[in-house]
């Protein structure tokens, strides 16, 4: 019952060095698309992915454009505080897409509305938050996903 997280030019070493020791933990397949606001062997991404970095199954695209040609047929769904549906009323398969934008503005808006059938938010219950930290959100939404496919 694996899953599949998708990080669109993620920003922050250490949120994807976070996601990829949640990844591996979780048996996900991580994949990456470029350009990142960092580089792959920053000693942040290391630290935070610890000495796990070495074991995880990931898979790194040169842009949205790569990821989709590769992966357009496969389950996906997409995450956004955009988002008029829960994460928890997503129907998760084995094998899911769950991809997640950028930290600093998410998804691309012509995403957003492509796949509005596909989005999902996480809720929030404060007005004085605007979103959850990117590693944070992606393990409350695995995590989701693996409660509701064992």
Known sequence: MPL???LFEPEIPN???NIGRL???TGSHLHLVKPFGFEIDDKRLKR???DYWQ???IS?????EAFFEMHSDKDMV?????????HWDISYTDNMFLIFGKESVGLPKHLLE?????LFKIPLYSNHVRSLNLANAVSIVVYEGLRNLR
């Open 4 to 6: 599949n997280i998708v």
């Open 15 to 17: 949120n994807t060095g």
């Open 23 to 25: 990844s591996l933990a």
């Open 48 to 50: 935070a992915g610890l």
């Open 55 to 57: 074991h995880l199954n």
């Open 60 to 64: 790194i695209y040169d842009s949205i």
């Open 78 to 86: 997409f995450l956004s505080s955009h988002g008029s549906k829960a």
């Open 114 to 118: 492509q796949h509005s059938e596909q």
